[in-house]
């Protein structure tokens, strides 16, 4: 590893400085100022990519410096990766929202919507924070924006099955699948048929599950609405075909969970609870 920044300074020699001022290791604050001074002079030469990892060494010493952040951002925005700066935006909003610094968070979560605009985790983010300053009208005008979403999905605009194939690891398309996916399971919770068609039209995934391991399914066979439960089955069978979807072993493994909710509340009714 070389010991010397590019600006010339030698990690040794700062090191060294220290010792002389009597600055105790664990103080970082000049440390972060030497990084800081080098990220600028990087960034000054167009010297873009060491600059990126000058200012990210700055955030592992000072993960609360919002400058740092915002510089990062734009530094990704320059170099053609404005996913990257949709990151570093939105990790800047959480930590000012986890303040409490509410108007710093919105405009860190304007700055990520801007770069990411079918993002609709973040716009849902920005609309939250919109709501907590009581600026409703903006809060409309982003659940606008999130419905848009979703009516590009379901018109095509935005390849909704593409991103399902292409995009399974991808942390800038997956909120967009996981959203309709929510939506599905909302629909089915509610025993919405018409919801539940809409959201099947968009391509949601019959199988996913939510943060608490249920699926589409598990709610259909919870309220035993054989109807959308014929609606998953058949959407499954659309999706996958041919494929080894077996619909036999799903029906019993849907008889299963039948079962398993008539003894639960049978035990429930006989215990008082």
């Not at 990210?56 to 990704?76: G, H, M």
């Not at 930590?95 to 801007?114: D, F, N, S, T, V």
Request: charged share 30%; aromatic share 6%.
């Amino acid at each position: 590893m070389d010991a010397k920044g590019t600006d010339g300074h030698s990690v040794l020699d700062l090191i060294e400085y220290k010792q002389r001022l009597r600055v105790p290791v664990h103080d970082t604050t000049l440390d972060r100022a030497v990084h800081f001074h080098r990220a600028r002079v990087l960034e000054a030469r167009g010297q873009f990519d060491d600059a990126i990892q000058a200012y990210k060494k700055v955030l592992e010493l000072a993960p609360q410096d919002s400058v740092a952040y915002a510089r990062l951002a734009n530094l990704y925005v320059q170099r053609g990766a404005p996913r990257a700066a949709v990151v570093v935006y939105v990790a800047l909003a959480e930590m000012q929202a986890e303040a409490e610094r509410w108007e710093k968070a919105a405009l860190a979560y304007e700055k990520a919507a801007e770069l990411a605009r079918d993002d609709s985790e973040v716009h849902t983010a920005l609309r939250d924070v919109y709501i907590k300053l009581g600026r409703l009208r903006d809060a409309s005008k982003v659940q606008d924006r999130i419905d848009g979403i979703l009516k590009e999905i379901e018109t095509g605009e935005i390849d909704y099955e593409s991103l399902q194939m292409a995009g399974g690891g991808d942390e800038y398309t997956q909120p967009m699948v996981r959203l309709v996916n929510a939506l599905l399971v909302d629909a089915v919770k509610r025993q919405d048929v018409a919801a539940v068609t809409a959201q099947l039209k968009r391509r949601a995934d019959v199988s996913a599950r939510q943060p608490d391991g249920a699926t589409a399914l598990h709610w259909a066979a919870h309220h035993d609405d054989l109807t959308i439960v014929d609606l998953l089955v058949r959407a499954a069978e659309t999706v996958l075909g041919p494929c080894g979807y077996d619909t036999a072993k799903l029906h019993r493994y849907l008889d299963m969970i039948r079962k398993q909710e008539a003894e639960a509340r049978t035990f429930a009714r006989n215990t008082g609870l």
